[in-house]
């Protein structure tokens, strides 16, 4: 399993960010997948997952009507899209499977909101 994030960057608040994860080695049409974050001093959070069967969505209640996660199952790759971006989004970014009891993770990629 391989997980690959892409398209972190720098961003003034109230601007957007469109992150991507690639993945391969496993039937991805067949599982939900999952974004969370993490910053130096807190543990990570769950920040959107999207189910395998009917693509439906759950977000954590800080970034709810903000950002939507999406999926394409020809590209195996899940989406991350990031509006109204604030100061307190600012983490490293992760994509997340997990595969009976093992979680597989990407290498994560840096998101800073700042002025």
């Known amino acids: 399993v391989q997980l690959v994030e892409s398209g972190g960057g720098l961003v003034q608040p109230g601007g957007s960010l469109r992150l991507s994860c690639a993945a391969s080695?496993?039937?991805?049409?067949?599982?939900?997948l999952s974004w969370y974050r993490q910053t130096p001093r807190e543990e990570r959070e769950l920040v959107a997952s999207i189910d395998s069967a009917t693509s439906s969505t759950n977000y954590a209640d800080s970034v709810k009507s903000r950002i939507i996660i999406s999926r394409d199952n020809a590209k195996n790759t899940v989406d991350l899209q990031m509006n109204n971006l604030k100061p307190d989004d600012t983490a490293v970014y992760y994509c997340?499977?997990?595969?009976?009891?093992?979680?597989?993770w990407g290498q994560g990629t840096q998101v800073s909101v700042s002025s």
């Open positions: 080695g496993f039937l991805f049409s067949a599982f939900g």
């Open positions: 997340h499977v997990k595969w009976g009891l093992t979680n597989y």
